[in-house]
């Protein structure tokens, strides 16, 4: 079974930085495409960034885009998200996965005031 473990997370004013990390076990780390999701309260799960095998593909949601980056680091199974420029917006659960997604982590919070 796949073990995701995200952390990195916090509270952090509007126009602030995070990094997230996310150590990944049970699956072969280096051949997989991975992403990072969002949940904000009520709404859905949505997909921020995703990243193939050593890093040929990048993409991004829109929402996201020039403000956030994907990358990892094979040899320590972790996948990272930098977040610059955080919005109120931006306020969710983050969470890392495989794509398609298998089972999910626990998630870092992240909340953004402003």
């Known amino acids: 079974q796949v073990r995701l473990v995200e952390s990195g997370g916090g509270l952090v004013q509007a126009g602030g930085s995070l990094r997230l990390s996310c150590v990944v076990s049970?699956?072969?780390?280096?051949?997989?495409?991975m992403s990072w999701y969002r949940q904000a309260p009520g709404k859905e799960r949505e997909l921020v960034a995703t990243?193939?095998?050593?890093?040929?593909?990048?993409d991004y949601a829109d929402s996201v885009k020039g403000r956030f980056t994907v990358s990892r680091d094979d040899p320590r199974n972790t996948l990272y998200l930098q977040m610059n420029t955080l919005k109120d917006e931006d306020t969710a659960v983050y969470y890392c996965?495989?794509?398609?997604?298998?089972?999910w982590g626990q998630g870092t919070q992240v909340t953004v005031s402003s």
């Open positions: 049970g699956i072969s780390f280096s051949i997989r495409t």
């Open positions: 990243i193939s095998p050593y890093g040929r593909s990048i």
């Open positions: 996965n495989r794509r398609p997604p298998t089972n």
